[in-house]
Nanobody, 123 residues
Framework: QVQLVESGGGLVQAGDSLRLSCVAS????????IGWFRQAPGKEREFVAG?????YYADSVKGRFTVSRDNAKNMVSLQMNSLKPEDTAVYYC???????????????????WGQGTQVTVSS
């Protein structure tokens, strides 16, 4: 069982930056792929970025968002720069046991989910 807790959301203006963190319980954190997803009102939850052995991104955030992991701290961070109003959503981190790495973009690829943190970008 893995428990995930996100933090770092808030209200910012367009063009600002924000850093989200996801801290996980568990002793084999390095074997888990961690994904960031977001869900805006009235829309489906979508993939944003993930990291297993290396990071991977949705096209909509490439060049603006950076995902990184610190296995010693059981933590994954999502640095979000040049934020846009369309980035407004609840952001979730998710985990999946993937000891051989890989890239995982689907909601169904992940077994464990955090409670989410709100990010609001005003224009």
């Amino acid at each position: 069982q893995v428990q995930l807790v996100e933090s770092g959301g808030g209200l910012v203006q367009a063009g600002d930056s924000l850093r989200l963190s996801c801290v996980a319980s568990g002793r084999t954190f390095r074997d888990y792929a961690i994904g960031w997803f977001r869900q805006a009102p009235g829309k489906e939850r979508e993939f944003v970025a993930g990291v297993s052995w290396s990071p991977y991104y949705a096209d909509s955030v490439k060049g603006r968002f950076t995902v990184s992991r610190d296995n010693a701290k059981n933590m994954v961070s999502l640095q979000m720069n040049s934020l846009k109003p369309e980035d407004t959503a609840v952001y979730y981190c998710a985990a999946s046991y993937r000891p051989y790495g890989g890239t995982w973009y689907g909601n169904g690829d992940y077994n464990y989910w955090g409670q989410g943190t709100q990010v609001t970008v005003s224009s």
